[in-house]
């Protein structure tokens, strides 16, 4: 069984057009996160969840809205796609928050490209 | 906000050889840790060392706090070694962690 899953992995749209990420973790993990990697593959923390509620929001656009409908599942939606927001986006999970130091275990990542 | 600095940016090895690869970061912080990034994309932690010296089979990894830097030493190096290591840090609990640029390591066969 997979641990942390992301559907799907490769999205492909058009400028303005409005998507989702689905993401889902079967660890009986607290915390989830959302990755950005760019296309120079430096990686970059957008959101932390812990137990449904979001904890960390890293300067990110208004356009990208996470939701938590439980504690196994954090979904990105990005609402007017830009250029710019063609990368690979992962999501992953652990028990703690990243300060208390736990080990944090990824998906396969969502590669986005945007035309 | 903290930097966090990597070395080398790129690293060619051949097989069975060890590797150093260093982590500088510009301000004290409350965690750090190590991920690998295999050429097929997938991120694995490594190590969480925010300071001491921790040992994982062929890869350790020692974090001098008072000094900001992490090392990780690879020894007997094999070609699945290969792809972007990179160290992250977190200042203070409640904040996220911020990435060094990584070092793409390629071990030849």
């Known amino acids: 069984d997979t641990a942390v899953s992301q559907t799907p992995k490769y999205l492909v749209t058009q400028m303005g057009n409005d998507k989702s990420i689905k993401c889902e973790q079967n660890?009986?993990?607290?915390?989830m996160y959302w990755y950005k990697q760019d296309s120079k593959k430096f990686l970059k923390i957008m959101f932390s969840?812990?137990?449904?509620?979001?904890?960390i929001n890293e300067t990110v656009p208004n356009r990208f809205s996470p939701k938590s409908p439980d504690k196994a599942h954090l979904n990105l939606h990005i609402n007017s796609l830009e250029l710019g927001d063609s990368a690979v986006y992962f999501c992953?999970?652990?028990?703690?928050?990243?300060?208390?130091?736990?080990?944090?275990?990824f998906g396969p990542g969502t590669r986005l490209t945007v035309l | 906000g903290i930097q966090v600095e990597q070395s080398p940016p790129d690293l060619i090895l051949q097989e069975g050889a060890n590797s150093t690869l260093r982590c500088n970061f510009s301000?004290?912080?409350?965690?750090l840790q190590w991920f690998h990034q295999n050429p097929w994309g997938q991120l694995i932690n490594l190590f969480y060392i925010p300071s001491g010296t921790k040992q994982n089979g062929r890869l350790s990894a020692t974090t001098v706090a008072t000094e900001r830097y992490s090392l990780l030493y690879i020894s007997s190096s094999q070609t699945t070694d290969s792809g972007v290591y990179f160290c992250a840090v977190i200042r203070n609990y409640g904040q996220n962690f911020v990435f060094g640029p990584g070092t793409r390591l390629s071990v030849l066969p």
């Open positions: 660890l009986g993990h607290d915390t």
């Open positions: 992953a999970s652990s028990w703690l928050a990243g300060a208390l130091g736990d080990t944090q275990y």
């Open positions: 301000d004290s912080v409350n965690n």
């Open positions: 969840y812990n137990n449904k509620e979001l904890i």
